[in-house]
């Protein structure tokens, strides 16, 4: 072979190696790319419940940070409150009204015994048992009325429109407070955050936290704040604090969303030893939450109940059937009982 053939051969030899090297990498390439992308199919379940948890952790840190905020607004003086800004990546929160409509009433002497019924959309009825009550006063936002009872029927004609709040007081002949019935409209806040199986809620009403999660039940994590105690020095005391939160304009969802956490004033129609107490409540969130407060309310109730101790039973009981559905009352046993009933208001701003 001449020495030019040899060159030829050399360089066609050359030039197999070489395309066997570029298939070879190429095979690599794929291999590795269809490993990666088994791994990423393998992974990525996880990899999106990571970030559902951290997203979910983020929203229950929002929720924590608006609490303390609004508990501080809420005990402070009229006007004043604290600017806050809270990170709003992956969540948005809302004002949501009239999530709760509280009733509450009491006998405010032991000289007798006053119930308030609804008659028309202008007026009501007063029942007294001892006929000692014969005229009303309305608070509400517009200020203070006064009207008489009548006679013969018990009916008062107001002709106003009773809306988100209300109080009532009847008063004796010598204008002397007999009875209160209180009727509250609170509303609250809504934190929303995307996860992947839909979406996740958190409502803030009224000192509660409910939660909820696209498949699986409402959960309540903190309830209204009432508080039943006995006293050192003698009886019982009920409190109950409401805080209504008013959500003016929009709130939004930014990166740092801004906010005025104001206090709008309060409320105090009861603060003093009362007689045949009586609160109810209707939550709106969803159907399965003012049965469950009430069966955290009448727990010791319903546990005396069971085990044959009512008799000795102190604490909150159902006002006629034993569900709750026709609202709390306290059994006391004869012990004088001290009702504190608290209404905070607080304004959100941007």
Partial sequence: MSP????????YERDDTAVS??????????????????????????ISDFEDNT???????????????????????????????????????????????????????????????????????????N????????????????????????????NMQLTDWYIITVLNDNDEALHKTVKYTISGLRIITSLGNGEHEIYLVNNARIEHFADSAWEISQFPRVEFDDLATGGVRLSIILTNIKVNGSLGSSNQLGMDIISAGSLTPFAGQCFNIRFAL????????????????????????????????????????????????????GHPIYFDVTVNEVVVER
């Fill in 4 to 11: 030019h053939q040899q060159r030829v051969v050399r360089r």
């Fill in 21 to 46: 090297e570029v298939l070879g990498v190429i095979m690599m390439l794929a291999m590795v790319v269809s490993i990666m992308g088994g791994v990423w199919v393998f992974l990525n379940p996880y």
């Fill in 55 to 129: 997203n979910w952790n983020a929203a229950n840190g929002i929720a924590d940070r608006m609490e303390d905020r609004i508990d501080v607004a809420a005990d402070s003086p009229e006007g004043t409150g604290i600017r806050h800004s809270i990170a709003m990546r992956t969540s948005l929160i809302q004002g949501v009204s009239n999530l709760e409509v509280w009733s509450i009433s009491a006998d405010l002497t032991s000289s007798d015994i006053i119930k308030i019924t609804d008659h028309t959309s202008t007026s009501f009825t007063v029942q007294s048992v």
């Fill in 131 to 158: 006929e000692t009550a014969t005229s009303v006063t309305i608070y509400n936002e517009n200020g203070v009325s006064q009207f008489g009872i009548d006679v013969n029927t018990g009916v008062v004609d107001h």
């Fill in 282 to 333: 209707t939550n709106s969130v969803a159907q399965v939450i003012t049965p469950q407060y009430d069966e955290q309310w009448l727990t010791e109730y319903t546990l005396n109940r069971a085990s044959g101790t009512l008799d000795s039973f102190i604490g909150l009981a159902p006002f006629e059937r034993a569900s709750g559905a026709d609202g709390v009352t306290v059994n006391s046993l």
